[in-house]
T-cell receptor
Framework: DAGVIQSPRHEVTEMGQEVTLRCKPI?????LFWYRQTMMRGLELLIY????????DSGMPEDRFSAKMPNASFSTLKIQPSEPRDSAVYFC?????????????FGPGTRLTVT | AQKITQTQPGMFVQEKEAVTLDCTYD???????LFWYKQPSSGEMIFLIY??????QNATEGRYSLNFQKARKSANLVISASQLGDSAMYFC???????????FGTGTSLTVIP
């Protein structure tokens, strides 16, 4: 079975540019999460969706960040304009809310470097 | 207050020995779940084990077991017969059923010594 798919795996961009990260959750999963991981702040939940609807975006750093989930099989995280402090690994995770454990399965991450 | 506390930034264990990674949590929910994830140097996050707050038995998955002490709010991960491939960061996490929030600890770096 295919796991969570993220693209690109690596992204290097200049400050001020728009960055779009993409995620395809595991088929059949109905919850999707975006995380950011840095050495300084660890793993931070940015936003999560249930059945394509954003439930909690309180972790989104500021208005430069936006996330969408137009359908059950695709989500994007956009940063516009990007800044060097946005450099991090961004993970997408999905889970199936109906199962008791509701564990999350993570994608391989996108390593973003903003110069 | 921190929802998940992992007090051991780094741990070393001899190959084939057992090791315990500590995790304490803070919640007022009666229903919650506890998780452990492994993050090797390659970067992916791998789900290891789950414990529900109402589970009376400690969860086990192969060489992994979760020592769940509800009154003490601890959920320690025990890895038996350590292998070199166990060297990684280990994250404890909790899901509160109220509000469906998910929290991660800061992680423990485990190094298995041959």
């Amino acid at each position: 079975d295919a796991g969570v798919i993220q693209s690109p795996r690596h992204e290097v961009t200049e400050m001020g540019q728009e960055v779009t990260l993409r995620c395809k959750p595991i088929s059949g999963h109905n919850s999707l999460f975006w995380y950011r991981q840095t050495m300084m702040r660890g793993l931070e939940l940015l936003i999560y969706f249930n059945n394509n609807v954003p439930i909690d975006d309180s972790g989104m750093p500021e208005d430069r960040f936006s996330a969408k989930m137009p359908n059950a099989s695709f989500s994007t995280l956009k940063i516009q304009p990007s800044e060097p402090r946005d450099s991090a690994v961004y993970f997408c995770a999905s889970s199936l809310r109906q199962i008791r454990s509701y564990e999350q399965y993570f994608g391989p991450g996108t390593r973003l470097t903003v110069t | 207050a921190q929802k998940i506390t992992q007090t051991q930034p780094g741990m070393f264990v001899q190959e084939k020995e057992a090791v315990t990674l500590d995790c304490t949590y803070d919640t007022s929910d009666q229903s919650y779940g506890l998780f452990w994830y492994k993050q090797p140097s390659s970067g992916e996050m791998i789900f290891l084990i789950y414990q529900g707050s109402y589970d009376e038995q400690n969860a086990t998955e192969g060489r992994y077991s979760l020592n769940f002490q509800k009154a003490r709010k601890s959920a320690n991960l025990v890895i038996s017969a350590s292998q070199l491939g166990d060297s990684a960061m280990y994250f404890c996490a909790m899901r509160e059923n109220t509000g469906n929030q998910f929290y991660f600890g800061t992680g423990t770096s485990l190094t298995v010594i041959p």
